[in-house]
């Protein structure tokens, strides 16, 4: 099996920054791409961050100048750095990793655990 564990999340001023990793482990034969999604009750899910392997990051407008995805390839783990957190930035952060399980199965998307984010004074 593929596991996903996320870390880094909690509550903190507007203005301040955060680190959440996500690393990916088990029985991965080819990693295609890692990121994160953020969700808040009532609303869409949000691609926020997102690299793909052999591909340069990809971040929603939002964001942009203030979160930077990073990878560690030898630990199959990326890093989510927010800087000047916002209100706005408040959610569940969902990381993902599109995982080749093995050479004779498709393609899956498997999920991290989330954790909260809270911006607020």
């Known amino acids: 099996q593929v596991q996903v564990v996320e870390s880094g999340g909690g509550l903190v001023q507007p203005g301040g920054s955060l680190r959440l990793s996500c690393a990916a482990s088990g029985s991965i034969w080819r990693l295609n791409a890692m990121g994160w999604y953020r969700q808040v009750p009532g609303a869409q899910r949000e691609l926020v961050a997102s690299l793909v392997s052999g591909g340069s990051p990809h971040y929603v407008d939002s964001v942009k100048g203030r979160f930077t995805i990073s990878r ?14 916002k209100p706005e930035d408040t959610a569940v952060y969902l990381c993902y990793a599109d995982v080749v ?16 984010v809270t911006v607020s004074s």
């Open 72 to 85: 560690d390839n030898a630990k199959n783990t990326v890093y989510l750095q927010m800087n000047s957190l």
């Open 101 to 116: 399980p093995d050479p004779f199965i498709r393609e899956y998307v498997y999920w991290g655990q989330g954790t909260q």
